[in-house]
């Protein structure tokens, strides 16, 4: 069975920091773009960051850019989220995302239909 599982999430008041972490198991993404998106109660998925399967390429949604760090431990299907200078508005759940087929991050963009591989999801919840 295909299990992306994330960690890290909890309560940081805002200005803190926290760093999820997503692990593969059963199969391995190695060579799969890996990603992160979050959603708000009430709101649709919004996309996070992306990274591509060898760590060179990454994109992030404009909301969290110069904030939140992207990266992945090489030849593993382990990817990583550092958030800093993190906001109420940063609240919600966060899931890791992966592409089985191998697609470059150019092609899978900010678009969650891209992604066939999901996890639960991790809460963050930023307080004021």
């Known amino acids: 069975q295909v299990q992306l599982v994330e960690s890290g999430g909890g309560l940081v008041q805002a200005g803190g920091s926290l760093r999820l972490s997503c692990a593969a198991s059963?199969?391995?993404?190695?060579?799969?773009?890996m990603g992160w998106f979050r959603q708000a109660p009430g709101k649709e998925r919004e996309f996070v960051a992306v990274?591509?399967?060898?760590?060179?390429?990454?994109y992030y949604g404009d909301s969290v850019k110069g904030r939140f760090t992207i990266s992945r431990a090489m030849a593993k299907s382990t990817v990583y989220l550092q958030m800093d200078s993190l906001k109420p508005e940063d609240t919600g759940v966060y899931y890791c995302?992966?592409?089985?087929?191998?697609?470059?991050?150019?092609?899978?963009?900010?678009?969650?239909?891209?992604?066939?591989?999901w996890g639960q999801g991790t809460q963050v919840t930023v307080s004021s």
């Open positions: 995302a992966a592409d089985g087929g191998g697609r470059p991050v150019a092609v899978l963009g900010a678009n969650p239909s891209n992604y066939d591989t």
């Open positions: 059963g199969r391995s993404f190695s060579r799969s773009a």
């Open positions: 990274i591509s399967w060898n760590g060179v390429t990454s």
